[in-house]
C-alpha cells in the first residue's frame, strides 16, 4: 500500500541514519584536559586515543575498548543497510519495519553498552550519547507514526469499500 507524502516518508529513512553517521563525529569525551575525541576517530583508530582509554577505565571497571567498538560497529552497519534499503525499496512497510527494529536496537546497544549509557561520563561529555540516543528514539517514533498513518489509510479503505 502507497502511504500519501511518500517522499517524505523516504527523506525521513534516510535522514535519521545520515545523522546518526554526524553524530557519530561530534566530541563524546574530553579525556581528562587532552584532545576531545569523538566516537567516529574513536571507532577507526582506538590506538591513537589511549587518553580517552584511561579515561573510561578510571569510571569503567575491566572497560575494554571492543565493547564499544563492537557496539558502534553493529548499529553502524545497520544504519547503512537502512540507507541502501530504503534507495532500493522507497517508503515501503518492510522499510519502516527494519527502520524501527534499528532504532530499537540502537536504544538497546547504547543503553547496556556502560561507556555509551549516561553514568558518570556524562558529567564530562556525552552530549552525543544523548544526542544519538535521541536519534535511535526518533527512528522508533517515525516508524510508529508511519504504521499508524498505514492503518488510518487502510480504516478508510475499508469505510469506502463497505459503502460501496
Known amino acids: 500500500m502507497k502511504v500519501k507524502r511518500s517522499k517524505y516518508w523516504v527523506i525521513a529513512f534516510?535522514?535519521?541514519?545520515?545523522l546518526f553517521f554526524v553524530a557519530l563525529f561530534l566530541p563524546f569525551y574530553h579525556a581528562g584536559g587532552g584532545a576531545v575525541t569523538s566516537l567516529g576517530a574513536?571507532?577507526?583508530?582506538?590506538?591513537?586515543?589511549?587518553?580517552?582509554t584511561t579515561f573510561l577505565a578510571m569510571f569503567y571497571e575491566n572497560?575494554?575498548?571492543?565493547?564499544?567498538?563492537s557496539a558502534l560497529?553493529?548499529?553502524?552497519?545497520?544504519?547503512?543497510?537502512?540507507?541502501?534499503?530504503t534507495l532500493i525499496l522507497k517508503d515501503?512497510?518492510?522499510?519502516?519495519?527494519?527502520?524501527?527494529?534499528?532504532?530499537?536496537?540502537?536504544?538497546?546497544t547504547f543503553l547496556t553498552t556502560r561507556s555509551l549509557a549516561f553514568e558518570p561520563v556524562l558529567v564530562h561529555g556525552g552530549f552525543?550519547?544523548?544526542?544519538?540516543m535521541l536519534i535511535f528514539l526518533s527512528a522508533v517514533v517515525i516508524s510508529a507514526y508511519f504504521?499508524?498513518?498505514?492503518?488510518?489509510?487502510?480504516?478508510?479503505i475499508v469505510i469506502l469499500a463497505k459503502q460501496a
Open 147 to 156: 504504521f499508524y498513518t498505514m492503518y488510518r489509510e487502510y480504516r478508510k
Open 63 to 69: 572497560f575494554r575498548a571492543n565493547d564499544l567498538i
Open 92 to 108: 515501503r512497510g518492510i522499510v519502516a519495519l527494519i527502520f524501527g527494529v534499528w532504532g530499537l536496537y540502537g536504544l538497546f
Open 128 to 132: 552525543a550519547s544523548i544526542l544519538i
Open 14 to 18: 534516510l535522514t535519521v541514519p545520515a
Open 73 to 85: 560497529w553493529e548499529t553502524q552497519l545497520a544504519a547503512l543497510f537502512i540507507i541502501i534499503i
Open 42 to 52: 574513536y571507532f577507526w583508530f582506538p590506538e591513537n586515543n589511549v587518553q580517552t
